[in-house]
C-alpha cells in the first residue's frame, strides 16, 4: 500500500505555513533541517522508515522560502523547479568553476550528477494547481548568495535559473535513490544579490507558502 505525499522543508516556521494551507490529510509534512547534507539525510531517512513499514511515499515535494532572481520572480513569488541543481558542487579552476559532471569521474559516483530533474507528472500536477508560478531550474547552495559578483556568476552559469535555496538538490538525490518521484516547491522571500536582511520578506514569503500548500495533496 502507498502512503501520502511527503513535504519536507527545512525549518519549522515553513512547516506550519504548509500545514495551514493543506486541504489533504495524507499529506505529511516534516521540517528536516538546513542545507542539502541534513536534508537529504533526513529525507532518506523518512523514505526507509516508510517503505519499511509497508507504507512507501508516492512522491515528495521539497518546500519553502527562497532568494528569487531579480526580473526573473518577484518577492513573494511562487515557484515550481523543473529541476534541482547543485550549483556549487564540483571545483574550482584558474579559468573558472567546473561542475562536478565535468571532473570526469565515473557517472555511478555522481548520484545522477549535478541536476536532478523534477518528475515530469508530478511538476504537471503542480502546474495545473498553480498556473500563476514560475517554472525553472531551481538551484541549491551551501552557502547563500551575498555579493553582486557571485550573483552575476550564478546567472551567467545558469542562466535559466529562477530561484535559490539550500536543500532541494540533497532531497531530490534522497527522491532519486528510493525511486521515489520527486518535485520542488519555493516561494520568494528576497532577491539575490548583496546580502541585505532590510529587503526579505519572511512574512509575505511564508503567508504565500500557506497558498501554495492548497496545491499539495
Known sequence: MTDGLLVVTAVPAEADAVRAGLTDATVTVAP????????????????????????????????????????????????????????????????GFIPVDELGMPPALLGGGSVVPADPRLLAALRVALPSATTGPVLTVSTVTGTAASTEELRRRHPGAVAEAMEGYGVAVAAAQAGVPFAELRTISNPIGPRDRDAWRLREALTALTTAAQALR
Request: charged share 10%; no cysteine; proline share 5%.
Open 32 to 95: 528536516v533541517g538546513v542545507g542539502p547534507a541534513v536534508a537529504g539525510a533526513a529525507t532518506a531517512r523518512l523514505l526507509a522508515l516508510a517503505e519499511a513499514a509497508g507504507r512507501p511515499y508516492r512522491a515528495v515535494v521539497s518546500a519553502g522560502v527562497a532568494g528569487g532572481f531579480v526580473g526573473r520572480v518577484a518577492v513573494g513569488g511562487t515557484v515550481l523547479g523543473t529541476a534541482s541543481i547543485a550549483a556549487d558542487l564540483g571545483a574550482e579552476s584558474p579559468d
